[in-house]
């Protein structure tokens, strides 16, 4: 046991720490949140993703230290548990099952907006079915796809670049001043742009992986984050100078409009297609990730005992997916993309605000960050969670409310997971 410990913890540096991290980050999102964010701040929109940058820098710091202590599968589900109770860690678990269902939803109309438009719905349906089959026969996204998928859609975001800063369009006099929603349209934009940092959370969780974690993960997760605010503000700068706000929030795929507005539109297929690739890439990897958390707090009877079930032949949690699979295209018939980031967005913050408070309660000897951060991240989660569209706000807490009501009334009826 010593020797694969050892093994594991010094196999990673630096650079590949941070490496990781721009793979976990960059992805989908970005071709998703543009629109939505900039139909709530205008020309501030930038504003909005500092303060998602941030959020997203509390909640990996409070992550990392809580892995480091607690190095087992299940993230917060685990940490509010050991560190609040059991009812919270419940609720973190519901909150990443809801959130990221909603994710999945957001990322198949991603994938239908981007590749036919007037037809986003029914090819989102197609998408979510063909990958669930894909995840119950146990094809899982391996190390090197998720290279060529992040390598792919960095390329993607420098034809945007390159047209939107190159291609002629660029002008101070497609922005304005206005704030469509005063400064809660910028906060809720902030909210919004967090949904473009799903998966940072990969950092906090390589501490039994790298040499030095102590030192290392302190400096990867700045770093990382630091990489991808300047490459997403590079990109969103582009688009607004090249077509403006009201364009970005008016179009189903924010980035093949911006590129359209250039001198060189044709680059604008190429942009179609690398959001694409980098939406299947996401529905790929999140269901397999809500059908295994599903299937762990099913096993504690925190969600039906049906849904704990392992397929004899492809090992694989078979009802969980079929479910989640279920119920994502029943989402994607009918939420429109704006309803489902924000919802996700709100069941997420609500996942990471818990993740804050259970690094709030660490011991000087326990933490490696300074204990305000947590606060902050506390303070900023419920701050960006409660402007979001109120329709997701509504929505979440029902949700939320509804889960909790469940927990309580099942309390006897559970037994510990074997």
């Known amino acids: 046991m010593a020797g694969l410990a050892d093994r594991l913890a010094r196999r990673l540096?630096?650079?590949?720490?941070?490496?990781?991290?721009?793979?976990?980050?960059?992805?989908?999102?970005?071709?998703?949140?543009?629109?939505?964010?900039?139909?709530?701040?205008?020309?501030?929109?930038?504003?909005?993703?500092?303060?998602?940058?941030?959020?997203?820098?509390?909640?990996?710091?409070?992550?990392?230290?809580?892995?480091?202590?607690?190095?087992?599968?299940?993230?917060?589900?685990?940490y509010a548990r050991e560190r609040l109770g059991g009812y919270w860690g419940f609720l973190a678990g519901w909150s990443f099952v809801v959130g990221k269902t909603a994710s999945l939803s957001a990322m198949a109309l991603t994938f239908g907006a981007y590749v036919a438009p007037g037809y986003a719905r029914p090819i989102a349906v197609g998408?979510?079915?063909?990958?669930?089959?894909?995840?119950?026969?146990?094809?899982?996204?391996?190390?090197?796809?998720?290279?060529?998928?992040?390598?792919?859609?960095?390329?993607?975001?420098?034809?945007?670049?390159?047209?939107?800063?190159?291609?002629?369009?660029?002008?101070?006099?497609?922005?304005?001043?206005?704030?469509?929603?005063?400064?809660?349209?910028v906060l809720q934009s902030g909210g919004l742009l967090f949904f473009a940092f799903a998966g940072y959370a990969r950092l906090a969780t390589l501490g039994e992986e790298v040499r030095d974690p102590q030192v290392t993960i302190p400096k990867a997760i700045p770093l990382a984050l630091g990489l991808v605010v300047a490459i997403y503000a590079i990109v969103l700068g582009g688009a607004l100078l090249a077509v403006g706000p009201t364009t970005l929030a008016q179009v189903p795929a924010p980035l093949v409009a911006a590129v359209e507005g250039s001198r060189w539109p044709t680059l604008a297929t190429a942009v179609q297609v690398g959001a694409a690739v980098a939406a299947v890439g996401v529905l790929l990897s999140l269901l397999a990730g809500v059908s295994r958390t599903t299937l762990s707090m099913a096993r504690r009877r925190e969600?039906?005992?049906?849904?704990?079930?392992?397929?004899?032949?492809?090992?694989?949690?078979?009802?969980?997916?079929?479910?989640?699979?279920?119920?994502?295209?029943?989402?994607?018939?009918?939420?429109?993309?704006?309803?489902?980031?924000?919802?996700?967005?709100?069941a997420v913050l609500t996942y990471y605000g818990l993740a804050n408070a259970s690094a709030w309660t660490l011991t000087g000897d326990e933490r490696r960050w300074p204990r305000w951060i947590a606060g902050l991240g506390v303070v900023l989660c419920g701050v960006l969670a409660v402007t979001l569209p109120p329709v997701a706000v509504l929505g979440g807490t029902v949700l939320l409310a509804l889960g909790s009501l469940a927990w309580l009334l099942t309390r006897r009826a559970r037994t510990p997971a074997p």
């Open 303 to 346: 969600l039906p005992g049906f849904l704990d079930a392992v397929h004899p032949t492809h090992r694989t949690p078979y009802r969980a997916e079929l479910t989640a699979g279920a119920v994502v295209c029943a989402i994607v018939l009918a939420a429109d993309l704006r309803g489902a980031i924000g919802f996700s967005s709100f």
């Open 13 to 78: 540096g630096l650079g590949d720490a941070v490496v990781i991290g721009l793979g976990a980050m960059i992805g989908a999102g970005i071709f998703a949140a543009p629109g939505p964010a900039a139909a709530a701040a205008g020309s501030w929109l930038l504003l909005g993703l500092v303060l998602a940058a941030v959020v997203a820098y509390c909640n990996a710091t409070s992550s990392a230290q809580l892995a480091a202590m607690y190095p087992e599968s299940g993230g917060t589900y685990v």
């Open 127 to 185: 998408a979510v079915v063909a990958l669930t089959v894909v995840n119950y026969l146990g094809v899982e996204k391996t190390a090197r796809l998720t290279r060529l998928i992040v390598v792919l859609v960095l390329a993607t975001l420098a034809v945007v670049v390159a047209a939107t800063w190159l291609g002629g369009s660029s002008s101070l006099g497609n922005l304005d001043r206005a704030l469509p929603q005063g400064p809660y349209g």
